[in-house]
């Protein structure tokens, strides 16, 4: 036992990420992944955006990459996606051998599970859910790009696609991403239906399946239904306020069932998706404040996105919300049950330490490189979202506001992606060691408010 007290899982779990990060770097910087080479830190960085499943690029994905390049970003993008942990477990649960103390700790710590109990079990179906959603997306995206493309082009663009959007990335082997499908119906509704997938979590499509369709339970575990509801009324309000705000700005020209879709692919590209079919630079103010909204609610727990999660934010509602009422209690209500406090401490720490990256990572970038306010601001969240979307680089088009950076700025990106992919609590628990007091000092009330 004195062994296992001394394993720091999130500490190891980063050192994965840099680790991945690091052989990620190396193989890009091969001469045969580029066409006309790339510096070490567009390297870190595309490695770090890949792994993290972000989307922000300093180098043109379609262009400057081969396809030996490509398949080193996919396969980074297939990683971070599913989680390096849940890969080797299901590794170990395919040749039957058992994992230790210490992959049980990382594992759990990566996708944010409960309990001990049926880890392999559970990262075995997160693997089949996430071949047979990703082969599915390929199948009906070629479908779409067969009448753009030739056989083989069409399929490798739709497998792509399809890897990414459901691991909620955001990279397109398409310079103009999937704005080339703004007039489009099919596309942009398959891809945004991926990284919905993606996004609502794995503990949540496992609880679908079991409930549903193998019929193991009656009732959706509560986690489940505050998730499903949360992201129904996230899409709703999105969608509804961007068709409102942008009906006669950037969605002018279309029809009124494009402006439908474009407006709900945008309202859900970003939590944590990245892809765009209409340039983000061409927003409103008021709609980029949305989306810097939505990029820091990101996606839910144990999924394929980043920022605070949908649960984080029902239990800070639901706090405040009793709080209010005068229902001082050891416990917080939702939907007839009881979740422990504990778990709503939890939830404004990661709010608190969320909001202290957002902010250092702002006033460092800021000083360092004197940019434009708004643009470092949103890159800011979306690094920490891992959504991807920006407001685009003023001397590349075909790149993110981070290719305007100097090597500083670039790291101090790279750094808040991977805070954003692993969690604040998860990068503060690998610096400091717990300390609990063993006493208590007397108390005494201060005025507040």
Request: a positive charge; charged letters at 15%.
């Amino acid at each position: 036992m004195k062994g296992s007290r001394e394993i720091n899982a999130p500490r190891m779990l980063i050192f994965g990420y840099l680790g991945i990060i690091t052989i990620g770097t190396v193989l890009l910087l091969l001469p045969n992944a580029t066409r006309n080479g790339i510096s070490l830190i567009d390297a870190v960085f595309t490695a770090s955006s890949s792994l993290c499943v972000t989307g922000l690029i300093v180098k043109n994905t379609a262009l400057d990459f081969t396809l030996f390049g490509k398949c080193i970003i996919l396969t980074l993008i297939q990683i971070g996606g599913l989680g390096y942990m849940t890969l080797s477990t299901t590794f170990f649960f395919f040749i039957g051998r058992k994992i230790s103390l210490r992959d049980r700790l990382l594992f759990k710590e990566s996708i944010n599970f409960l309990t001990f109990a049926n880890l392999r079990r559970f990262a075995w179906r997160v693997f089949r859910i996430t071949i047979f959603v990703e082969l599915l997306g390929t199948v009906i995206l070629y479908s779409v790009f067969a009448s753009r493309f030739s056989p083989p082009v069409a399929l490798g663009q739709a497998f792509f696609h399809a890897v990414s959007a459901f691991c909620n990335a955001g990279f397109s082997t398409f310079s103009e991403n999937m704005t080339l499908f703004s007039s489009s119906i099919p596309a942009p509704l398959v891809v945004a239906a991926l990284f919905i997938l993606g996004g609502i979590g794995f503990v949540v499509i496992s609880d679908l399946y079991t409930t549903l369709v193998k019929r193991e339970k009656k009732k959706l575990a509560l986690h489940t239904t505050l998730v499903l509801r949360t992201t129904i009324a996230l899409i709703a309000i999105g969608s509804l306020f961007i068709l409102i705000v942008e009906y006669d700005r950037s969605l002018v020209g279309l029809s009124l069932l494009q402006k439908i879709v474009l407006s709900f692919f945008q309202a859900v590209t970003p939590r944590t998706a990245g892809f765009n079919t209409i340039r983000v630079a061409v927003f409103s103010p008021i709609t980029l404040m949305l989306l810097m909204a939505f990029m820091f609610i990101g996606a839910s727990p144990g999924g394929t996105g980043g920022g605070i999660k949908t649960t984080t934010l029902v239990l800070l509602v639901r706090w405040a919300k009793d709080l209010m009422l005068g229902r001082h209690g050891k416990d917080i209500t939702a939907l007839k049950k009881r979740i422990p406090i504990e778990q709503a401490y939890r939830a404004f720490l990661i709010f608190i330490l969320s909001c202290g990256t957002i902010i250092v990572a702002f006033f460092i970038i800021m000083i360092a490189e004197n940019q434009a306010p708004l643009k470092t601001m949103f890159e800011v969240f979306s690094a920490f979202g891992t959504v991807g979307l920006s407001l685009g680089s003023a001397t590349n088009p075909f790149c993110s506001f981070a290719y305007d950076l100097s090597a500083f700025g670039k790291s101090v990106i790279i750094c808040v992606m991977i805070a954003g992919r692993v969690g604040t609590i998860t990068v503060g628990s690998a610096i400091l060691k717990p300390h609990p007091l063993e006493y208590s000092y007397p108390e005494e009330a201060i005025v507040i408010g």
